[in-house]
């Protein structure tokens, strides 16, 4: 099977978008362990950050411990959906002055355009929102030309398999997830936590 998964929900709706706000934590409340992870692995890494991609950055919840964790950084939010940027603007308060909200599809071949260049990646829950795991590469090779030498990429997801999700059409394995990152070109691929049905993998841009 090749087809994309259709999505039971439609973030472009705001009703539909504030409905999986309110529940993201409820369900998942380890999700703050995860944004720990991703503080912790940006303090301790090689290089400086001075900008943070948020891929598929949502209403907000990675942005704000982020922001407010790092409060020199530039952040540039980039999602698909106008009803995700604002709600993240509501949650983000006067935070969201240091932000560059950018409404793309990280399907569209061009969203990498004029974005310019950053010390860090990051994402959460947003990988397999590309509908099917087979666009997984293309989006890693695409954030891997917006990283300086010895960026790092801090990828989030769910996935499939014992502890995670049946659908291995959407999802991929913990494998999977680091062959695709692999053969996107990172280096130094290593998952920092594992929790809850989700996987944060830190992978390097060569070069650093």
């Not at 409820?26 to 503080?39: G, H, M, Q, S």
């Not at 982020?66 to 959906?81: C, H, I, K, R």
């Not at 010390?119 to 989006?139: D, G, M, N, S, W």
């Amino acid at each position: 099977m090749t087809e994309d998964v259709p999505s039971p929900i439609d973030f472009r709706s705001l009703s539909e978008a504030r409905e999986w706000e309110v529940t993201a934590m409820v369900k998942r409340p380890w999700r703050t362990d995860f944004f720990a992870l991703f503080a912790s692995a940006i303090e301790t890494g090689t290089l400086r950050v001075e900008r943070i991609l948020d891929l598929g950055s949502g209403p907000g919840f990675l942005a704000e411990y982020l922001l407010t964790a790092f409060p020199a950084v530039g952040y540039v939010a980039v999602d698909f959906s106008a009803a995700m940027h604002q709600l993240a603007l509501e949650r983000l308060g006067p935070l969201g002055a240091r932000v560059q909200f950018v409404e793309r599809s990280l399907r569209d071949p061009e969203w990498t355009k004029g974005l310019g260049q950053f010390e860090c990646a990051v994402t959460i829950q947003a990988v397999h929102e590309l509908r099917h795991k087979r666009h997984a590469r293309v989006l890693h090779e695409q954030v891997r030309s917006l990283l300086v030498p010895g960026g790092q990429y801090l990828v989030c997801d769910h996935f499939a398999g014992e502890g995670g999700m049946q659908n291995d059409q959407l999802y991929m394995t913990m494998d999977e997830q680091r062959i695709t990152l692999a053969d996107a070109g990172f280096v130094g691929i290593s998952p920092l936590l594992i929790k809850g049905g989700l996987v944060l993998h830190r992978a390097l841009r060569e070069g650093g």
